[in-house]
């Protein structure tokens, strides 16, 4: 078999196997109705400062619309609070409530384990050329949502 079909058959099985393990590693009894998509949004709203929903839409790359419909689920979660900025009321800034930044840090846990797991029995060349690689296919997936 050639590297590029192998290459391949890598790829779509590590897609799928991060997918399954990323949602299950969140399956805990407190985090039980957080789905993955919930997570991407938690991450995206971060544990800096209150976002406004403009730039966590952006970094999400979905519609401020698709975005409401998540936070709104997020908030009746008791995940994500909401506020309007003091510099201009019609701004919504959202951030993550107590209970969303322990979500946020359970997630990060396993990210951080996933992390070292990869790159624990690399040399330096290696893991310089495994961050090449993943940066490469990241901007491929990044042209591909653009339409490019």
Known sequence: MEIKQRLNEVLVKL???VNNIEEQAMKTEEYKDVTTNDMHVIE???MD???NMTAVAKTLGVTT???TISVNSLVKKGLVERSRSEEDRRVVLVSL???GEKAYIHHQKFHE???EAVV???SDGEKHALEKALGNLNDFFTEKRRGS
């Open 65 to 67: 619309g698709t975005l």
């Open 113 to 115: 384990e996933m992390i």
């Open 44 to 46: 995206a709203i971060g």
């Open 49 to 51: 400062c209150p976002r």
């Open 15 to 17: 897609f799928r196997n």
């Open 97 to 99: 409530s107590e209970k």
């Open 120 to 122: 624990a029995r690399l």
